[in-house]
């Protein structure tokens, strides 16, 4: 797989068989900073005020949405545990050749690379304030007893997967959310709207990453149900 240059000048991954980037075309870093970071992350901080957040992501492929979260939550001293489920783990090497790692502090950058092997199988305390785990497995196999407070749910597009896009999928992933906590994806159609109200969200569009018009954000309502059971309605 090689890596292209996007809009905003930062790259990303061209996946052949998939048809698709791995970031926005009009800008990975763009992207990644606007929906994952100000529309979730900090939207969440803003409104629970919290000094540790729990952050589960669907589809860590290169790590960029982790590194970013790592960074901000490093700056503000908030505690970040760190979730970031990938089926088809990309190798250290392609990783390294990003250019990623101009983007957040060099000790960020360091201990992300040097512990990303073990992170793969198992939970790592990177240093104080962030700790990472990318369980190797398909979405759909992931269990945890942790709960989260964010979940960027950044699976390849539904035209191109559409498994990770339905009703089964999407209660899977939404069941390891507390109450309150933020869902964000960089798109939004009405089924993805119809099938998180029947989960128990509240749900907003927001305003897109550029080359999007709106993406969805959605908040778990504390009477939403907990068991991952598909929706009724
Ligand atoms: C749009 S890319 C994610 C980009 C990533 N967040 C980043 O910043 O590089 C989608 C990711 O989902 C992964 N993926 C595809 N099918 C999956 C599945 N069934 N379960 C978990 N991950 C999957 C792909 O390997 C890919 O890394």
Redesign the pocket.
């Known amino acids: 797989m090689d890596f292209v240059t996007t809009g905003d000048g930062s790259k990303t ?1 061209y996946h052949a068989d998939v048809g ?1 980037h ?2 926005s075309k009009h800008g990975a870093l763009q992207e ?1 900073q606007h929906v994952f970071l100000k529309s979730g992350l900090q939207f969440f901080l803003e409104k629970e005020d919290k000094s540790s957040v729990a952050v589960l ?9 982790f590194l970013l979260t790592a960074e901000y939550c490093t700056q503000h001293s908030i505690g970040l545990d760190y979730c970031g ?4 783990p ?1 190798s250290l090497d392609t990783l390294e050749q990003s250019g990623y790692a101009t983007y957040v502090q060099d000790k960020i950058w360091k201990t992300f690379t040097h512990n990303y092997p073990k992170a793969l199988s198992e939970y790592v305390q990177l240093d104080y304030f962030v700790g990472l785990q990318i369980p190797h ?4 196999d992931f269990e945890t007893e942790k709960s989260f407070d964010v979940i ?1 749910f ?3 597009a539904a035209v191109h ?1 559409p ?2 896009w339905n009703d089964a999928t999407l209660a899977h992933v939404t069941k390891f959310l507390k109450p309150g906590g933020v869902f964000v994806t960089y798109a939004i159609t009405g089924n993805l709207k119809r099938s998180m109200k029947a989960l128990g969200f509240s749900i907003e569009k927001a305003p897109g990453a550029p080359g999007k018009r709106e993406m969805l954000r959605a908040v778990k309502l504390h009477t939403a149900r907990h068991d991952g059971a598909k929706p009724s309605g």
Not at 57 to 65: A, D, K, P, Y
């Open positions: 991954l698709e791995y970031h990644s992501e669907v589809g860590f492929g290169t790590g960029l949405n489920i990938e089926a088809y990309l497995t398909k979405v759909l960027y950044d699976a390849f997967q498994e990770m």
